[in-house]
T-cell receptor, first 113, second 112 residues
Framework: DTAVSQTPKYLVTQMGNDKSIKCEQN?????MYWYKQDSKKFLKIMFS???????INETVPNRFSPKSPDKAHLNLHINSLELGDSAVYFC????????????FGEGSRLTVL | QKEVEQDPGPLSVPEGAIVSLNCTYS??????FMWYRQYSRKGPELLMY????GNKEDGRFTAQVDKSSKYISLFIRDSQPSDSATYLC????????????FGRGTSLIVHP
């Protein structure tokens, strides 16, 4: 039973399209995150939610809109996709905001053509 | 200068070797130090978690933190081909945001 699951695992799409990635955790954690990992493996925080409330919103274009319908789910919607959005997007969760112990999903590999 | 610096490698060693992986950082407010392991096409998984300075050992893995030098290390003894992965260091502060800042990862290859 996967702790943090993301769908889809792979997306290939054209520039200008809109896409969504879904994430669910069954660990009972309060905090969830979206990270972006570029081609050089650099893992960068995008958003953090705690108890469904947005806590961190790093410098991310407003084409990216996260949504947390409940504590166990955090989705990411991307509008007007650009070539530079190609990356692996990781969802993660942690017990709460006082720990850096993150549990990651397997990633969603987005390719924009 | 990035907050957390890590040599991307790759680092290639023979099976059985002792591996040393390192990170330097610039933010003296970092108090929590972590090492994550990421296999190809998988998400990172937490390997070691330490607070402040000192050593922590877990099986073949030892994490060291030297806050005075702003330098952390991960040692792997008796390295195995199954240790081949990317190792990411991460660190966070103790107040405000605990969200870890990651290094870019070092790719380790252990060949039989």
């Amino acid at each position: 039973d996967t702790a943090v699951s993301q769908t889809p695992k792979y997306l290939v799409t054209q520039m200008g399209n809109d896409k969504s990635i879904k994430c669910e955790q069954n660990l009972g954690h309060d905090t969830m995150y979206w990270y972006k990992q570029d081609s050089k493996k650099f893992l960068k925080i995008m958003f953090s939610y705690n108890n469904k409330e947005l806590i961190i919103n790093e410098t991310v274009p407003n084409r990216f809109s996260p949504k947390s319908p409940d504590k166990a789910h955090l989705n990411l919607h991307i509008n007007s996709l650009e070539l530079g959005d190609s990356a692996v997007y990781f969802c993660a969760s942690s017990q709460d905001l006082t720990t850096g112990e993150l549990f990651f999903g397997e990633g969603s590999r987005l390719t924009v053509l | 200068q990035k907050e957390v610096e890590q040599d991307p490698g790759p680092l290639s060693v023979p099976e059985g070797a002792i591996v040393s992986l390192n990170c330097t950082y610039s933010n003296s407010a970092f108090q929590y130090f972590m090492w994550y392991r990421q296999y190809s096409r998988k998400g990172p998984e937490l390997l070691m978690y330490t607070y402040s300075s000192g050593n922590k050992e877990d099986g073949r893995f030892t994490a060291q933190v030297d806050k005075s030098s702003k330098y952390i290390s991960l040692f792997i003894r008796d390295s195995q081909p199954s240790d081949s992965a990317t190792y990411l260091c991460a660190m966070s502060t103790s107040g405000g945001s605990y969200i870890p800042t990651f290094g870019r990862g070092t790719s380790l290859i252990v060949h039989p």
